[in-house]
């Protein structure tokens, strides 16, 4: 019978770990990012006569006006800032009261699956070195 590995206690492997969350922060932030740079331009393009119009005379209401009557840019720049928002949370979360146990428990899950695949697993290099 396969004994089975104790990850917790080896510090290679928290360190492990500690790479794998660091990524799945880069991602998530790269993602917000590609979010602002590609739907963002699109977004601000469709309302660009009502911009011009705001920058005449700005009131909530012609705001208002402007994305409800333009849903394609309201729900790309809601999704934008909901991403960005949702990603800074996350992280503050993160930071202020550590890691949760469950995610704690997936990140582990996937460096034990990381490392028993061997460098055939996408993730390999950055997270075994």
């Known amino acids: 019978m396969a ?4 990850p917790s206690s080896d510090s290679s492997f928290n360190q492990q770990v500690q790479r794998l ?4 922060v880069y991602g ?18 469709e309302l660009r006569e009502d911009i011009k119009l ?7 209401a012609s705001v208002r006006y402007g994305l409800f009557f333009s849903p394609f840019a309201a ?3 809601s999704l934008c800032v909901g991403m960005t928002a949702s990603v800074l949370v996350w992280q503050s ?11 704690k428990q997936r990140l582990e899950k996937q460096v034990y699956r990381i ?7 996408p993730l390999w290099k950055w997270v075994c070195k």
């Open 3 to 6: 004994q089975v590995e104790q």
């Open 21 to 24: 969350h660091r990524l799945t």
């Open 28 to 45: 998530r932030w790269l993602l917000a990012g590609f979010l602002w740079v590609t739907i963002a331009p699109l977004c601000l393009w």
């Open 54 to 60: 705001l920058q005449q005379y700005f009131t909530w």
């Open 75 to 77: 729900i790309g720049l």
């Open 93 to 103: 979360r993160n930071i202020l009261f550590g890691l949760p146990a469950s995610e």
């Open 115 to 121: 490392r028993q695949q061997g460098s055939s697993h």
